[in-house]
């Protein structure tokens, strides 16, 4: 069983910074995709950053230029360094994992709240 655990979601005002992690942990096989998703109050669910064998990162265009994905696959771990934050990135965060095998596990999602 695969467990991801994020943190570093919060409130920040317009303009600032927050890092988001997601380390994974338990029995799994190698892990070959990590992503960030987001969902909004009544939007659809969207994919904000992926990063694939630890190196090919992809960013939706609404976050481009302001968001960072990165992996440690020694650690499991994908972060999300998200700078000049906006009200519109106001939104719960999830983790999301795919491994060689094509399972995918979903972390609880952090709430991100920025204020203008």
């Known amino acids: 069983q695969v467990r991801l655990v994020e943190s570093g979601g919060g409130l920040v005002q317009a303009g600032g910074s927050l890092r988001l992690s997601c380390a994974a942990s338990?029995?799994?096989?190698?892990?070959?995709?990590m992503r960030w998703y987001r969902r909004a109050p009544e939007k659809q669910r969207e994919l904000v950053a992926a990063?694939?064998?630890?190196?090919?990162?992809s960013y939706a265009e609404s976050v481009k230029g302001r968001f960072t994905i990165s992996g440690d696959n020694a650690e499991n771990t994908v972060y999300l360094q998200m700078d000049s934050l906006k009200p519109e990135d106001t939104a719960v965060y999830y983790c999301n994992v795919v491994d060689v095998l094509n399972s995918i596990y979903w972390g609880q999602g952090t709430q991100v709240t920025v204020s203008s």
């Open positions: 338990g029995s799994h096989a190698s892990i070959i995709a």
């Open positions: 990063i694939t064998d630890g190196r090919y990162t």
